[in-house]
T-cell receptor, first 118, second 111 residues
Framework: GAVVSQHPSWVICKSGTSVKIECRSLDFQATTMFWYRQFPKQSLMLMATSNEGSKATYEQGVEKDKFLINHASLTLSTLTVTSAHPEDSSFYIC??????????????FGPGTRLTVL | GNSVTQMEGPVTLSEEAFLTINCTYTATGYPSLFWYVQYPGEGLQLLLKATKADDKGSNKGFEATYRKETTSFHLEKGSVQVSDSAVYFCALGSNTGKLIFGQGTTLQVKP
């Protein structure tokens, strides 16, 4: 149980285009989803927290208009990188949690999406 | 604020050697503590966790004990295998539900 998938697993796009990454909880309802960014050989940097049906909360320094997050259902959140540039190339990882279980802080991670912007 | 500090890597060991990866934290209150493992090209997998002082988390031969007096959660394994080669992250669970990660420690196990 507690499986999280991401799609696509990797994507290459041209500079200036937009890319959408999906994060799905396959066997549980994700009341909260998190989006992280990871640079090579570095730790995970939290970008934003999204709760189903409400606006995402972005971490300081993360551009809301550039990284659009939508959490339309209890099993799906999307991250759209708008007008992507080479510096947006990174490994994007989502995680999901179900606060209704009472298992505080137990996040289940997706396999990640490798974005390369040419 | 809350923070997590891990020993720098990479850590290189021979197969069957003893492993310790140090992790210390700074936090208010009594956070939950976690170790996650990331294999090349993959997302993170929860390895073990502890939710209160003196708890010992264990999984796949790995262990870590929540030490409040030393604010530590060191990861140990008695005999590592080549398949244990990965990046290990120590993390602290805040009361907002967010996880705060250490910088990660790369483990390389040679046959």
């Amino acid at each position: 149980g507690a499986v999280v998938s991401q799609h696509p697993s990797w994507v290459i796009c041209k500079s200036g285009t937009s890319v959408k990454i999906e994060c799905r909880s396959l066997d549980f309802q994700a009341t909260t989803m998190f989006w992280y960014r990871q640079f090579p050989k570095q730790s995970l940097m939290l970008m934003a927290t999204s709760n189903e049906g409400s606006k995402a909360t972005y971490e300081q320094g993360v551009e809301k208009d550039k990284f659009l997050i939508n959490h339309a259902s209890l099993t799906l959140s999307t991250l759209t990188v708008t007008s992507a540039h080479p510096e947006d190339s990174s490994f994007y990882i989502c995680s999901a949690t179900n606060t209704g279980t009472g298992r505080v802080n137990e996040q289940f991670f997706g396999p990640g999406t490798r974005l390369t912007v040419l | 604020g809350n923070s997590v500090t891990q020993m720098e890597g990479p850590v290189t060991l021979s197969e069957e050697a003893f492993l310790t990866i140090n992790c210390t934290y700074t936090a208010t209150g009594y956070p939950s503590l976690f170790w996650y493992v990331q294999y090349p090209g993959e997302g993170l997998q929860l390895l073990l966790k502890a939710t209160k002082a003196d708890d010992k988390g264990s999984n796949k031969g790995f262990e870590a004990t929540y030490r409040k007096e030393t604010t530590s959660f060191h990861l140990e394994k008695g005999s590592v295998q080549v398949s244990d080669s990965a990046v290990y992250f120590c993390a602290l669970g805040s009361n907002t539900g967010k996880l705060i990660f250490g910088q990660g420690t790369t483990l390389q196990v040679k046959p």
